[in-house]
């Protein structure tokens, strides 16, 4: 089914340019689209399987059906020129759905999560496709319950914990950032972190605590990229993150400084204060490995590399305040 959406721009809905809203008119290429093929709205309202159009380039809503519109917890009307990422639980799912769908023209069973209006979370598969007209490009998206016969393909996506991608999750989109960035000769930078000091607090305190560790600490990491790039559990204390479309090595190292600040900082549990720091590792596409599985090594041995100078003796944030106080002379 072929989508006539016009190019527009930045153009959001409630914009005009002296013809009216921008979004409105797109909305209504749409539905002249379908009508050409005998496809009403009466009828894609009938389907209880959520059905929206997204314009690919800000994944601004020009369609949905009701069953869409029960899904996000909003009316059909709010639902047109509404940024649709917005509704994803994990902050990166958008951009890889819209990786698949400009690279591959289409998108099959893409594990997600959607938060409603209310903030109720619900694990989705998202499918669908794309086509271009007139320079721009919309994609029709079909968003399902996922049921239980989908939860071994998202365990295999996904770490149970910190809900990051998982080391296979990873491998995955960093080949694709490889492919992507092969043709253009541009700069793909993996991050390899290890936390020090994690297994000490892990021993000492149990698993419960350690697991909550993690999952602040993933968090954290999270924060230190742009919604797009991947941060990934790779296993135990191991991260891993892609950052894909560099400029210059120095934006890696930038974010490498950013992780390491971050995962320094004390981390409340209870009663207790913990502090870990981390070790980074950083290797560059195409300069220290041509290939996904030997890049991600590279990082690990850049790692290893950097834990003399970056690991320090574990202690207790009570200690490292005593200890700096000491230091200072300061006995009080």
Same mark, same amino acid.
């Given at each position: 089914? =072929?989508?006539?959406i016009t190019a527009t721009g930045d153009k959001l809905r409630g914009e005009h340019d002296g013809h009216g809203s921008i979004c409105d008119r797109e909305g209504e290429c749409v539905r002249g689209a379908l009508s050409e093929v005998a496809v009403t709205q009466e009828l894609l309202d009938a389907v209880p399987t959520p059905v929206v159009v997204i314009r690919v380039s800000d994944w601004k809503c020009l369609y949905a059906n009701a069953a869409a519109a029960a899904l996000f917890g909003v009316a059909v009307s709010e639902l047109i020129g509404q940024d649709l990422a917005v509704f994803f639980g994990q902050a990166s799912d958008p951009v890889r759905i819209l990786e698949r769908l400009v690279v591959d023209r289409q998108v099959a069973d893409f594990e997600s999560h959607i938060i409603d209006r209310a903030e109720n979370r619900q694990r989705v598969m998202v499918s669908g496709g794309c086509a271009f007209s007139e320079g721009s490009q919309a994609g029709m998206l079909v968003i399902r319950p996922a049921y239980a016969n989908h939860a071994?393909?998202? +365990? %295999? %996506?996904r770490d149970a914990l910190t809900g990051l991608p998982n080391r296979n999750a990873l491998m995955d989109r960093l080949q694709e950032a490889i492919r992507r960035a092969a043709p253009l000769n541009r700069i793909v930078a993996v991050l390899f972190i290890d936390l020090n000091c994690f297994k000490a607090i892990n021993d000492q305190h149990g698993h419960l605590i350690g697991d909550q560790l993690l999952a602040i600490i993933a968090s954290r990491l999270a924060g230190c990229v742009r919604h797009y790039e991947t941060v990934a559990r790779l296993g135990g204390d191991e991260f891993g993150i892609i950052l894909d479309g560099l400029r210059s090595s120095q934006? +890696? %190292? @930038?974010? =490498? *400084?950013?992780? *390491? @600040?971050?995962a320094s900082q004390p981390? =409340?549990?209870g009663n207790l204060s913990l502090r870990v720091t %981390?070790?980074?590792g950083i290797a560059f596409y195409p300069i220290d490995a041509p290939s996904a599985s030997q890049l991600l090594h590279a990082a690990d041995q850049a790692m290893y590399q950097q834990k003399p100078r970056t690991a320090k003796p574990c202690e207790t944030v009570e200690e490292a305040r005593r200890n700096s106080n000491l230091d200072s002379g300061n006995l009080g």
């Open positions: 089914m =072929s989508l006539p071994p393909a998202i +365990a %295999a %996506a934006e +890696a %190292a @930038r974010v =490498s *400084q950013e992780v *390491q @600040r971050v981390v =409340s549990i %981390a070790s980074v």
